[in-house]
Nanobody, 128 residues
Framework: QVQLVESGGGSVQSGGSLRLSCAAS????????MGWFRQSPGKEREGVAA???????TYADSVKGRFTISQDNAKNTLYLQMNSLVPEDTAMYYC??????????????????????RGQGTQVTVSS
């Protein structure tokens, strides 16, 4: 069973930075899509960024130019570098993964869609 464990969340002031990590274990996909989504109370889930096994990346418009997704295959770890944080970025951030490539709709799945694998989340709070 694939296990994803997020870390790196915390509280920062507006304009600050955080780096989230997602450690993957028992991850045997040769082709995959991994990414981050976030959710806060009363709001819909929002895909943030995704990267596939070839290194191709995709970002939500709301984070382009501020967030960078990357991976360290040797460490089986996914990262999300978040800069210029704003209060609207406050949410629980989850790591998710699936076999195959990142489809065009990977960041915008149907409301009840469940990713094949996801972590327990890490909280990010940005104060003004």
């Amino acid at each position: 069973q694939v296990q994803l464990v997020e870390s790196g969340g915390g509280s920062v002031q507006s304009g600050g930075s955080l780096r989230l990590s997602c450690a993957a274990s028992r991850f045997t996909y040769s082709r995959y899509c991994m990414g981050w989504f976030r959710q806060s109370p009363g709001k819909e889930r929002e895909g943030v960024a995704a990267i596939d096994s070839d290194g191709s990346t995709t970002y939500a418009d709301s984070v382009k130019g501020r967030f960078t997704i990357s991976q360290d295959n040797a460490k089986n770890t996914l990262y999300l570098q978040m800069n210029s944080l704003v209060p609207e970025d406050t949410a629980m951030y989850y790591c998710a993964a699936e076999g195959g490539s990142c489809s065009d709709g990977w960041l915008q799945p149907p409301p009840l869609y469940e990713y094949d694998h996801r972590g327990q989340g890490t909280q990010v709070t940005v104060s003004s």
